[in-house]
């Protein structure tokens, strides 16, 4: 063989078998089920069943008018109402108090403690969390009472499941755009803050006008990413703590999915859900990446 | 008012902020401080009094109990396995695309960048219902394999944190590398890859705790008691004791299941936290 053409052909072959195994794995193993699950919406069928039907927009037709989807859907306007500003906000405020710190020893033990949930399984938080608010002896009751205070049935009463479903999302999740803003804040050169305490400016002022436009393009990625992460979320928690009950009240639109698809084997209307879910979430992303262009500060 | 001395309203401040980190950071850690507490306390106590800050009569019979109804070493063991696994499965796939696509001209090399990144949001409880018949269609359903394989692909920030980092290489080594006639493969293995291990070890770490703690998934594919992981395991542990959970020993378990995550923890945490950065530069 002709050695230069050899090298010649690996070169131009080379990253192409770099780059191969990665496209091959997210292609068969991510947007693979994806496409499966946009035939799957169109069908009537079961794992158990030999016979699969076409049904057209029969799944979709059915979804809309479920009462279960109707109801897992307000819940996760909900949820998404309680927990994106929560999860945007709050991690800044703590990225903000932890950065003011961040040289002192006692900075780096806030910083793991305020992490540490971060790191656990759903199904340890639920374990630790269910214990807590455990209705007829967890520690909140005996709390309350001791306050003389009356009991709460916390995430078995129809009207809290959802707040703490929320709440428990919340501690468990927090940490990683705490750790993302904490990242952001420490690339602002520190000359700035020098600078702008020698102008008499204030700590907020400093914030808003040199800090918060330098961070724009982890704004950005936190407000993209946070939505997924939160609708994923969400399902470890009701899965383990709730359920989604009492009666559906802390359902969610991808644990409804869950439960058709795997506890009643209802594939069809399970893809039809997850189709909807996608269409949804490609359009806010679309929409934030359309916002975020005019409006991110790149150095 | 000297250089060297601060204002005292910036002392407050100081001292203000010090004050209501110390109580958020308590109350954060507070549940799994009563977990721990909790695990150390003798089942027969843990119902009777539910506030206590310390455990009264201290025993490590909990573990004693949950290691006689449940298989947890082996739970322990498996999680072990398969976070592993799965960490090195991401890393041999993420490791040469980040390096194609961060120090390689090609066509189509923005396409396909984009196609792997854009995994990064998707919520991964979409793709489980496809992947769950493929399973069971390959009967593969109840295996380690069942859990590892389809848990590989999410590999979106991974690939997006290695070009960052192999960017951000000096061109100069490569250049040289080239002049001594070293080709594609040595001066990724050779040259690039020995430059970027602080990223791989703070990725490792992270993928490893991602993957001890995947619970959804492995819930659904593993179903053999001895096959599950501790994450799994707990969940199971739960269910089967219905109404009577046996708190102490399922407290005991789940510390167990938190240990070693929290052990890497600590030891990484600098470099977790440095890990997160680079990659936001830019879009």
């Known amino acids: ?299 | 008012m000297n250089g060297q001395s601060l204002p005292l309203s910036f002392k407050v401040e100081r001292l203000a902020i010090h004050v209501v980190l110390l109580c958020l950071s308590v109350a954060t850690v507070f549940p799994l401080v009563w977990m721990v507490t909790s695990a150390f306390t003798p089942n027969e106590l843990i119902t009777a009094k539910a506030i206590r800050l310390w455990p009264e009569q201290p025993t490590v019979s909990n573990f004693a109990i949950a290691a006689a109804r449940h298989p947890i070493w082996m739970w322990l063991w498996n999680s072990i396995l398969t976070s592993s696994l799965i960490t090195f499965g991401k890393l041999v796939l993420a490791l040469p695309a980040g390096y194609a696509f961060g120090r390689m001209e090609f066509p189509g090399r923005n396409f396909l960048f984009w196609l792997v990144v854009a995994t990064m949001s998707f919520p991964s409880v979409l793709a489980i219902i496809p992947t769950y018949i493929a399973v069971v269609k390959v009967q593969a359903f109840d295996t380690y394999g069942a859990m590892i394989i389809p848990s590989i692909p999410y590999i979106g920030f991974y690939v997006f944190y290695f070009r960052q980092a192999f960017r951000s290489l000096q061109g100069s080594m490569f250049e040289a590398a080239r002049m001594d006639g070293a080709d594609v493969w040595r001066q990724f293995w050779e040259i690039a890859v020995p430059n970027v291990i602080p990223a791989i070890a703070a990725l490792s770490v992270i993928s490893f705790m991602g993957a001890w703690n995947i619970y959804l998934w492995g819930q659904l594919v593993l179903e053999d008691t001895f096959k599950k992981t501790l994450t799994t395991g707990i969940a199971a542990f739960a269910d089967l004791d219905g109404a009577e959970i046996l708190w102490g020993p399922l407290m005991a378990t789940s510390l167990l299941s938190v240990t070693p995550v929290l052990v890497l923890f600590l030891l990484a945490q600098r470099f977790i936290v440095d890990a997160l950065a680079p990659g936001l530069d830019e879009k």
């Not at chain 1, 214990?131 to 306050?147: K, Q, S």
């Not at chain 1, 700035?192 to 330098?214: K, V």
């Not at chain 1, 359902?251 to 209802?266: D, K, N, V």
Request: glycine share 6%; with cysteine.
């Open chain 1, 1 to 299: 063989m002709n050695r230069p053409n050899f090298r010649r052909t690996t070169r131009l072959l080379a990253p192409y078998l770099f780059v191969g195994p990665a496209v091959l794995a997210v292609l068969i193993f991510l947007y693979g089920p994806i496409a499966g699950s946009a035939a799957l919406s169109l069908l009537d069928w079961n794992l158990l069943s030999s016979d699969i039907n076409f049904v057209g927009a029969a799944n979709y037709a059915a979804m809309f008018s479920n009462a279960d989807f109707q109801l897992s859907a307000w819940n996760t306007l909900a949820y998404c109402a309680i927990l994106i500003p929560a999860q945007i906000v709050i991690p800044l405020v703590l990225a903000v108090m932890l950065h003011s710190v961040s040289g002192s020893r006692m900075g780096t033990v806030y910083r793991g403690m305020l992490f540490l949930p971060t790191i656990l399984a759903f199904s340890v938080a639920g374990v630790a969390w269910s214990w807590l608010l455990n209705p007829v002896n967890g520690l909140f009751n005996e709390v309350l009472t001791a306050f003389g205070l009356p009991r709460s049935r916390w995430h078995t009463d129809p009207d809290l499941a959802l707040l703490c479903v929320s709440l428990i999302t919340f501690w468990k999740t927090f940490g990683l755009n705490m750790l993302l803003w904490l990242a952001a804040l420490a690339n602002v050169p520190h000359s700035l803050r020098e600078a702008s305490r020698l102008d008499g400016a204030s700590r907020w002022q400093y914030f808003r006008d040199i800090e918060l436009p330098m961070i724009t393009p982890t704004a950005f990625f936190i407000s993209v990413t946070t939505l997924f992460h939160i609708l994923d979320d969400i399902v470890g928690v009701i899965d383990v703590l709730t359920h989604g009950g009492p009666a559906g009240r802390s359902s969610s639109i991808l644990y409804f999915l869950w439960q058709q698809g795997m506890q009643f084997f209802q594939f069809g209307q399970a893809s039809a859900v997850a189709m909807i879910i996608i269409v949804v979430v490609l359009s806010v992303t679309w929409m934030q990446f359309r916002i975020g262009e005019k409006r991110v500060h790149y150095g």
